[in-house]
């Protein structure tokens, strides 16, 4: 099965930008792979933040956008604010199968 | 709105079964791909398997094939994880959520030991 890789740990300032990527051992990224994107806080479920790529939940602040950049899915955060601070986890499909990344332990700092 | 609600975990010994229930109290059960979850203390995320809206196409993990069954039942709006042949290596906190939008339940904690 397919590998998926991201960053293990980012820092960002506050107020900063920070972007997490995740790639695939299988090749590049696409839209066919159907990417999202999860915060989890320690103690708590997955949090749901991205879907399709790009796509946000109602309850998805609007710092948070998704991309594919470079042949990877990226989670970009604008204006980095301490409640930010969390792991961050991608997931991609493979024509049924799905695949999570290892995560991001974001800090802000 | 999707609200799952995961039960059947507990302790138990290596070799043994559980199996797990994820209840969807909302109208659209049948209309999504149903996914389980695990994470096991300490660790990531691992995806483990999931289903179609009719029940015609399931898919594993490598480390849970032949071991593991997701199956669904929509007129109870409940998908199931039949676990056999368990080992230490299971011990996790199990969630279910849909396979689009990946709305989650809050999990079940299953503990494989002696």
């Known amino acids: 099965q397919a590998v998926v890789t991201q960053e293990p740990s980012l820092t960002v300032s506050p107020g900063g930008t920070v972007t997490l990527t995740c790639g695939s051992s299988t090749g590049a990224v696409t839209s066919r792979h159907y990417p999202y994107w999860f915060q989890q806080k320690p103690g708590q479920a997955p949090r749901t933040l991205i879907y399709d790529i790009s796509t946000k939940h109602s309850w998805t602040p609007a710092r948070f956008s998704g991309s594919l950049l470079g042949g990877k899915a990226a989670l970009t955060l604008s204006g980095a604010r301490p409640e930010d601070e969390a792991e961050y986890y991608c997931?991609?499909?493979?024509?049924?199968?799905?695949?999570f990344g290892g995560g991001t332990k974001l800090t802000v700092l | 709105e999707v609200q799952l609600v995961e039960s059947g975990g507990g302790l138990v010994q290596p070799g043994g079964s559980l199996r797990l229930s994820c209840a969807d109290s909302?109208?659209?059960?049948?209309?999504?791909?149903m996914d389980w979850v695990r994470q096991s203390p300490g660790k990531g995320l691992e995806w483990v398997a999931n289903?179609?809206?009719?029940?015609?196409?399931?898919n594993y993990v490598d480390s849970v094939k032949g071991r593991f069954t997701i199956s669904r039942d929509n007129a109870k709006n409940t998908v199931y994880l039949q676990m056999n042949s368990l080992r230490v290596e299971d011990t996790a906190m199990y969630y279910c959520a849909t396979g689009y939008k990946a709305y989650w339940g809050q999990g079940t904690l299953v503990t494989v030991s002696s």
């Open positions: 997931l991609l499909s493979y024509s049924g199968p799905r695949v």
């Open positions: 909302g109208f659209t059960f049948s209309t999504y791909w």
């Open positions: 289903i179609k809206q009719d029940g015609s196409e399931e």
